[in-house]
């Protein structure tokens, strides 16, 4: 059989052309042939955009899983698959992204050993790699069912509270210490981002983005498989990103109000411009479309507004990361293409991962009747009781 090579395919291929080059320079010549990064500006675009938002992107597992487990929002059950393997795929690539900043990569394992309880970054590391490790359980049913193993099954439904709770609580303690990272550096990071508020707005942003990215992955699966849209789902979650980004907006303005610098953004400045877009993309414009019952009605409008919010907080990461820092260092930081280009490639590696995931393991919902009658005999995992749930439930009430 052969291969149609289509437009997207083509453009794929290129980018993987052009990110293992990246990858040939950087491990062959070391980060500085590969990279802008200098003493005084250390972490990067890789950290800003493919390990902060990486993570934030990937956040969406926790919050569905959250919301159906411990909540007991069973409409939300049909996202639960799709979010985890959002989730899973966002964590492994968090890590091959990690593995390109760090100096000396075959290190990572150090953690292990070389132990500092007192480092938020030694916290990061651990939850991360611990909560990859949930994923990967959580992930395997997909895995069984597809081979039709049920004595795998009834072992992972056993003990799925106790991985619906460390879900929660692994996820809960890094996206916080993310922020905290940073608060090392009052000194360095810029009055616009910096604050003792850092772990709660991170997370707190983190619950949001997870909300719109099951939106925009949802409608993209649904348009590229050609699937049925669950729009009640998506207006539930659409609900729901609205409280989020009201909550996150009145936290931000409760930290610049009591931090005394509201006055100080109204100023024009180099910063300034870059708070106003990033305040506009995560909460002025989202917040104004979802406010309007019709757009939140609306696939279309649904997915311009969760787009819209993951360009705001990526932007944020990007402001704490990287803007914020370039007054303190005295230059501005402008990546070099190979930099980019390893992005990319990360990226499409994720697109194309989890294409090859929803075509060959039941991942999604089905569509038509016997797909159905097939699949409701062997998603015991799903269609019975989970042992401890009401537990769960109980506690979320």
């Avoid at 009201?246 to 109000?257: G, I, Q």
Wanted: aromatic share 16%; hydrophobic share 55%.
């Amino acid at each position: 059989m052969k291969m149609k090579l289509t437009f997207w395919k083509v453009v794929f291929i290129v980018i993987m052309g052009l990110g293992l080059y990246s990858t040939f320079i950087r491990y062959f010549y070391g980060l500085g042939a590969v990279s802008n990064m200098t003493d005084q500006f250390p972490w990067g675009f890789w950290i800003g955009f493919d390990c902060l938002c990486g993570v934030m992107l990937a956040a969406g597992g926790f919050c569905v899983i959250g919301a159906v487990y411990l909540f007991n929002v069973k409409r939300l059950h049909s996202v639960v698959r799709p979010a985890v393997l959002t989730a899973f795929l966002g964590y492994l690539l968090f890590i091959v992204g990690l593995l390109f900043d760090l100096g000396r990569p075959w290190f990572i394992w150090h953690q292990l050993i070389y132990m500092n309880p007192h480092s938020v970054m030694f916290e990061v590391g651990m939850c991360v790699m611990t909560y990859t490790t949930v994923l990967f359980f959580e992930f395997l049913p997909n895995v069984f069912e597809r081979f039709n193993l049920k004595a795998p099954i009834k072992w992972i439904k056993k003990i799925y509270p106790v991985l619906v709770v460390l879900s929660i609580l692994l996820s809960t303690l890094h996206q916080s210490s993310l922020g905290s990272l940073y608060l090392i550096m009052p000194s360095k990071l810029h009055p616009f981002w910096y604050s003792s508020a850092l772990p709660f707005l991170f997370f707190g942003s983190a619950i949001a983005v997870g909300l719109a990215m099951t939106i925009f992955e949802s409608t993209q699966s649904a348009k590229a498989l050609g699937r049925h849209l669950e729009l009640p789902v998506l207006i539930e979650l659409g609900g729901a990103l609205l409280v989020a980004l009201w909550v996150n907006a009145l936290l931000r303005f409760e930290d610049y109000f009591h931090r005394g610098i509201l006055r100080q953004i109204f100023k024009p400045s180099y910063e300034a411009y870059f708070l106003w877009l990033e305040l506009a993309l995560a909460f002025v414009i989202p917040i104004t479309l979802l406010s309007f019952k019709k757009v939140r009605l609306s696939p279309n409008g649904l997915y311009l507004a969760s787009v819209i919010c993951l360009l705001g907080f990526i932007t944020n990461r990007l402001n704490v990361s990287l803007i914020g820092f370039e007054t303190y260092v005295g230059h501005h930081y402008m990546p070099k293409w190979t930099e980019f280009s390893v992005t990319l490639m990360i990226i499409a590696m994720g697109f194309a991962l989890f294409g090859v995931a929803v075509k060959y393991l039941p991942i999604f919902p089905p569509t038509s009747p016997e797909e159905k009658s097939a699949v409701a005999r062997s998603r015991q995992f799903e269609t019975e009781p989970v042992a401890g749930a009401e537990v769960l439930t109980n506690a979320g009430d």
